[in-house]
């Protein structure tokens, strides 16, 4: 029981370590979610969107790591 506990204790650490990007993750799948169940989105489109939605936070994500704190 240790174990799991100290395994979830590190996964929300790592999430609230990078909260913007964990969010905008979130975001994509979520609003991804919705167009296609409205069917605004074909699913075949989606696995696209959802790659290019995260691999655009993750750089933006990077980027913000990057600069130098003031």
């Known amino acids: 029981m240790d174990v799991l506990k100290a395994f979830l204790q590190t996964i929300v650490k790592m999430f609230a370590a ?3 990007l964990s ?3 979130i ?9 296609l169940s409205a ?15 995260v691999m655009a936070a993750l750089v933006i994500g990077v980027a913000r790591g990057a600069r130098p704190k003031r």
């Open 18 to 20: 990078d909260l913007w």
């Open 23 to 25: 969010v905008t993750a």
């Open 27 to 35: 975001a994509v799948v979520a609003i991804c979610g919705v167009a």
């Open 39 to 53: 069917g605004i989105l074909p699913g075949s489109v989606l696995p696209y969107l959802l790659a290019a939605g």
